[in-house]
């Protein structure tokens, strides 16, 4: 079922000054193809910027929110946000299906629910957003309608976790001993260099795990070590 860019404007609490500006984010290449004497433009170069936008505005939620991660896991976490999987959640969350222009055979096929076009028509809105509106006002559209949908991902969330905290809070629960860190292997060039952490409890090893600093390589050493005692029914 097609929707009303008005409707959904009202639904984003957003108004556009450029109407034809929202119009392109949801035109797919599609349409144009099968309207060339309308003048239309589809949404692909705003899908570039807007991917650009989500990367910055997307790094500085993740640098404010957690302020004592590395560089490497706050890498990896904005990797996991804006993904495809999460930019379809995203659309999907706000309907944007349901306003995409598209030509003939690519609906009779499927693609107002196609994943690939759903995230790209999310990063096309956003970029048209960053365009008529400003960086504030897309990072508001994230901060009402997309940032909350990180914060309830439980998967996220278990990537987010302090995850030596939370091994150390399981061992203490459970009486089961001592943890002790050890950087096992250093490996790659002084500008690249990659740690290898081991964590052990009463010189049994529990989990390994590898990063770009000591710290991170001991998250994921703890990860690990977390995963096998859950798996073991810690």
Request: proline content about 3%; hydrophobic content about 40%; charged content about 25%.
């Amino acid at each position: 079922m097609k929707g009303d860019l008005k409707q959904l404007q009202s639904q984003l609490q957003i108004q556009f000054h450029d109407a034809v500006l929202l119009k392109q984010a949801f035109t797919h290449a599609s349409y144009v193809n099968e309207h060339r004497f309308n003048q239309h433009q589809d949404n692909e170069r705003l899908e570039f910027l807007g991917d650009a936008v989500l990367e910055l505005t997307v790094s500085e939620y993740l640098y404010n929110l957690l302020p004592d991660r590395p560089e490497g896991e706050l890498t990896k976490l904005r990797a996991a946000i804006v993904c495809e999987p999460s930019l379809v959640r995203f659309a999907e969350s706000l309907g944007f299906g349901r306003y995409v222009l598209l030509g003939k055979g690519e609906e009779l096929t499927g693609g107002r629910t196609r994943p690939a076009l759903l995230a790209d028509v999310f990063e096309s809105f956003v970029g048209a957003l960053y365009l008529d509106q400003g960086l504030e006002t897309a990072r508001r559209f994230l901060d009402n309608h997309v940032f909350p949908l990180v914060e309830t991902d439980g998967k996220l969330q278990m990537q987010m976790s302090d995850f030596k905290t939370e091994l150390q809070e399981l061992i203490q629960h459970h009486g089961m001993g001592t943890l002790e860190y050890r950087i096992i292997e250093e490996r790659g060039p002084a500008h690249e260099r990659e740690f290898v952490s081991e964590v052990y409890m009463a010189g049994r090893s529990l989990g390994s795990g590898s990063g770009r600093s000591k710290k991170e390589a001991e998250q994921q050493a703890a990860a690990a070590a977390l995963l096998r005692l859950k798996e073991d029914g810690a």
